[in-house]
């Protein structure tokens, strides 16, 4: 049933708030302005706060009111509100110091928010009806909102309403004019996230500040358990806008980010699948036999698995009842740029990094409450039974504490030794996996499956789903013919009908031809051998008509040199070759090639020692620096600095001699 009147739909909205969920009082706040809304606010704490070291029965006097409001705008970024959020509690200075018996130097912490406590104790849950907001030019006069949700009186979900068949920019729009004009400030700075939503439609996202732009690519859609989008207005009420969901999206969902200082919100199967973890560990505590099966998930390459483990691990150690939580990289570069991401998510949590396998032995040892870490699967296996690097009496006090491994690139961890010797080492522990490419039994090797190393799969978010909802790039294949197609067909009939010479075909033997002839390209490649594009003359001449495509298209792929381009070969003797043939192109474009030299058999040692040398003398010719074969995973590093345009390459844009165009990587 449509909503033609706007005022229809938000009466039926905040019905079914309380309807659906009791949590949400029914004392409808209607027409507030920001005067009542402190008047609420002042009261929650009161009630929240009145212990004999916070106010001891004296509430807060209006000096003190406007003491918190002007700490408030001091903070003055949706970050920094969401910090203060995340740390529970609020400076404040008594005007009378002797109303409060313990005290330090006047100051006292009251309690404003608790991302735990969910719809049980000093929590309080209200709906604000069209919130009075007064501009700050006369002229403007001031504006009614449409709905606020408010936890312990603070307003933390700003809701804009438009009827049916009125499209949701339109909303979107008039919060932009909201924010323009100063109207989320004072108390109102403590909105968290925004909706957008009309009856047919509904879109979340975090508030960006005033001095960010609204960013439209991250406008998400809540979506269920199975990724299906949830639009109709009744059943976002009954999820996203539910107790305790709304509270969760707050406390869990929300991630305050140190790199550029912005406030993030979690899609929802990010959030479908750090709650799941959660709850899995949860469970795990009341079992009497240890299950190191905890599960893994399947979330698409690009979909932001980085903040989604780091969000599981924040939700574990919420819980107090794990000792140590380790994240293990299977390369030493990504393990760096997944500390900074954690560090950069952290809000201050204690992460640690771990330079070499004694500091993560004396960490794992360690009876700090520290219990973030992050690692490599490489360092960690070196200290499993056996190892002359821990002894067995430190295996066994690690063992006696409670410990969670969450693997990333879970996919190349099934067929190797170095996760089964740390599962067979650390046997009490709990392992999850992530990983965009799970190995199936479609494509096991000796029928060993991400779900037998690592248990059920948790929560999956595919690619053509990450494609759909605009949260993955999608793709754009291009077919280039190196070879002849005629040539190709006429090559593969022949083959195909066993004759050299088709004027001394049978009838039998032309009619294969025929049909090889007139075959899709796709059969026919499928025939070719892989040597045709890498060995002899045919693949010399394959790899120079490769090359050349790409410098001949460069301006128009590269959008003029504005993107990165990573090369994909087979093996280092094809990265090598492609190298050679690129790096002194007309183009004036920078080359390098990354891969590790001690791990493919394509090429000799010798002679992979030597490509390693030129690629390293090369790359120190075009930027200056000063790397060679001792210390390649300095230079391994260096590139994807340059790659991710994080530090010392932060300013890339603005600094283009310092890029690389195009990196040849392997397999």
Same mark, same amino acid.
């Given at each position: 049933?449509?909503?033609?009147?706007?005022?229809?739909?938000?009466?039926?909205?905040? *019905?079914?708030?309380?309807?659906?969920?009791?949590?949400?009082?029914?004392?409808?706040?209607?027409?507030?302005?920001?005067?009542?809304?402190?008047?609420?606010?002042?009261?929650?704490?009161?009630?929240?706060?009145?212990?004999?070291?916070?106010?001891?029965?004296?509430?807060?006097?209006?000096?003190?009111?406007?003491?918190?409001?002007?700490?408030?705008?001091?903070?003055?970024?949706?970050?920094?509100?969401?910090?203060?959020?995340?740390?529970?509690?609020?400076?404040?200075?008594?005007?009378?110091?002797?109303?409060?018996?313990?005290?330090?130097?006047?100051?006292?912490?009251?309690?404003?928010?608790?991302?735990?406590?969910?719809?049980?104790?000093?929590?309080?849950?209200?709906?604000?009806?069209?919130?009075?907001?007064?501009?700050? *030019?006369?002229?403007?006069?001031?504006?009614?909102?449409?709905?606020?949700?408010?936890?312990?009186?603070?307003?933390?979900?700003?809701?804009?309403?438009?009827?049916?068949?009125?499209?949701?920019?339109?909303?979107?729009?008039?919060?932009?004019?909201?924010?323009?004009?100063?109207?989320?400030?004072?108390?109102?700075?403590?909105?968290?996230?925004?909706?957008?939503?009309?009856?047919?439609?509904?879109?979340?996202?975090?508030?960006?500040?005033?001095?960010?732009?609204?960013?439209?690519?991250?406008?998400?859609?809540?979506?269920?358990?199975?990724?299906?989008?949830?639009?109709?207005?009744?059943?976002?009420?009954?999820?996203?806008? *539910?107790?305790?969901?709304?509270?969760?999206?707050?406390?869990?969902?929300?991630?305050?980010?140190?790199?550029d200082k912005t406030l993030k919100v979690m899609r929802s199967y990010q959030y479908h699948a750090a709650w799941k973890i959660y709850t899995r560990v949860l469970g795990r505590q009341d079992r009497t036999m240890p299950d190191q099966k905890g599960g893994y998930v399947y979330h698409t390459t690009g979909s932001g698995k980085t903040l989604t483990s780091f969000k599981c691990a924040q939700l574990i150690a919420s819980t107090g009842k794990i000792d140590k939580i380790l994240f293990l990289m299977d390369r030493s570069e990504l393990r760096k740029q997944t500390f900074d991401n954690y560090i950069n998510f952290s809000d201050g949590e204690d992460i640690q990094d771990t330079d070499n396998v004694n500091n993560l032995k004396a960490k794992l040892k360690s009876n700090d409450k520290s219990?973030?870490?992050?690692?490599?699967?490489?360092?960690?296996?070196?200290?499993?039974?056996? *190892?002359?690097?821990?002894?067995?009496?430190?295996?066994?006090?690690?063992?006696?504490?409670?410990?969670?491994?969450?693997?990333?690139?879970?996919?190349?961890?099934?067929?190797?030794?170095?996760?089964?010797?740390?599962?067979?080492?650390?046997?009490?522990?709990?392992?999850?996996?992530?990983?965009?490419?799970?190995?199936?039994?479609?494509?096991?090797?000796?029928?060993?499956?991400?779900?037998?190393?690592?248990?059920?799969?948790?929560?999956?978010?595919?690619?053509?789903?990450?494609?759909?909802?605009?949260?993955?790039?999608?793709?754009?294949?291009?077919?280039?013919?190196?070879?002849?197609?005629?040539?190709?067909?006429?090559?593969?009939?022949?083959?195909?009908?066993?004759?050299?010479?088709?004027?001394?075909?049978?009838?039998?033997?032309?009619?294969?031809?025929?049909?090889?002839?007139?075959?899709?390209?796709?059969?026919?490649?499928?025939?070719?051998?892989?040597?045709?594009?890498?060995?002899?003359?045919?693949?010399?001449?394959?790899?120079?008509?490769?090359?050349?495509?790409?410098?001949?298209?460069?301006?128009?792929?590269?959008?003029?040199?504005?993107?990165?381009?990573?090369?994909?070969?087979?093996?280092?003797?094809?990265?090598?070759?492609?190298?050679?043939?690129?790096?002194?192109?007309?183009?004036?474009?920078?080359?390098?090639?990354?891969?590790?030299?001690?791990?493919?058999?394509?090429?000799?040692?010798?002679?992979?020692?030597?490509?390693?040398?030129?690629?390293?003398?090369?790359?120190?010719?075009?930027?200056?620096?000063?790397?060679?074969?001792?210390?390649?995973?300095?230079?391994?590093?260096?590139?994807?600095?340059?790659?991710?345009?994080?530090?010392?390459?932060?300013?890339?844009?603005?600094?283009?001699?310092?890029?690389?165009?195009?990196?040849?990587?392997?397999?």
């Open positions: 049933m449509p909503f033609n009147i706007e005022r229809d739909f938000e009466d039926a909205l905040i *019905s079914k708030l309380t309807e659906i969920n009791n949590q949400w009082s029914k004392k409808i706040l209607e027409y507030k302005s920001e005067k009542d809304f402190l008047k609420n606010w002042a009261d929650i704490l009161f009630k929240n706060n009145n212990t004999i070291d916070r106010l001891n029965g004296c509430p807060l006097t209006d000096t003190e009111i406007e003491s918190l409001v002007s700490y408030i705008n001091r903070l003055s970024t949706p970050y920094e509100i969401n910090k203060l959020l995340n740390n529970k509690f609020i400076p404040l200075e008594r005007d009378n110091p002797n109303d409060t018996l313990h005290y330090h130097n006047g100051t006292i912490y009251l309690l404003i928010f608790d991302k735990d406590e969910i719809a049980a104790g000093k929590s309080e849950y209200q709906i604000a009806r069209q919130p009075i907001f007064h501009l700050p *030019s006369e002229v403007l006069g001031c504006r009614k909102g449409d709905i606020t949700l408010l936890i312990n009186g603070l307003p933390l979900i700003h809701i804009e309403l438009k009827r049916s068949n009125v499209p949701l920019s339109q909303a979107v729009n008039q919060i932009e004019k909201y924010m323009k004009h100063g109207v989320f400030s004072g108390l109102f700075s403590f909105v968290q996230v925004f909706i957008a939503m009309n009856p047919e439609e509904t879109i979340y996202f975090a508030n960006p500040g005033r001095n960010k732009r609204f960013n439209p690519d991250y406008y998400f859609h809540w979506g269920d358990f199975n990724n299906k989008a949830i639009n109709d207005w009744v059943d976002v009420s009954s999820t996203l806008l *539910s107790i305790p969901m709304a509270h969760r999206l707050i406390g869990y969902g929300t991630i305050s980010d140190a790199k219990q973030l870490i992050v690692t490599s699967i490489q360092k960690m296996s070196r200290l499993t039974n056996g *190892s002359d690097l821990i002894s067995s009496i430190d295996i066994e006090k690690i063992c006696k504490k409670k410990l969670v491994f969450i693997i990333d690139e879970a996919h190349r961890d099934v067929a190797g030794r170095m996760l089964a010797n740390i599962k067979s080492t650390y046997r009490n522990a709990m392992f999850f996996g992530f990983t965009g490419t799970p190995i199936m039994d479609v494509n096991a090797t000796n029928g060993i499956t991400t779900e037998g190393l690592f248990g059920e799969q948790l929560h999956s978010y595919n690619i053509l789903e990450g494609i759909r909802d605009g949260n993955v790039l999608g793709f754009k294949p291009i077919k280039v013919l190196t070879f002849n197609e005629s040539d190709l067909r006429n090559q593969i009939g022949k083959k195909k009908a066993d004759i050299t010479d088709i004027s001394q075909a049978t009838k039998i033997q032309y009619d294969i031809y025929q049909e090889w002839m007139n075959k899709d390209l796709k059969s026919i490649e499928d025939e070719l051998p892989s040597m045709l594009y890498s060995e002899g003359n045919s693949g010399c001449e394959h790899r120079k008509k490769v090359v050349q495509n790409i410098l001949d298209n460069w301006d128009v792929l590269s959008y003029r040199n504005k993107f990165h381009h990573i090369f994909a070969t087979s093996s280092i003797r094809e990265a090598v070759e492609y190298y050679k043939l690129l790096k002194n192109n007309d183009r004036g474009l920078t080359v390098t090639a990354i891969f590790d030299p001690y791990t493919d058999n394509s090429t000799s040692d010798t002679r992979k020692d030597d490509c390693v040398e030129e690629i390293l003398r090369d790359y120190n010719l075009m930027f200056s620096t000063s790397y060679n074969v001792a210390n390649y995973s300095g230079f391994k590093s260096d590139v994807c600095a340059k790659l991710s345009h994080t530090e010392p390459y932060s300013d890339l844009e603005n600094n283009p001699d310092c890029a690389i165009n195009i990196v040849i990587v392997v397999n």
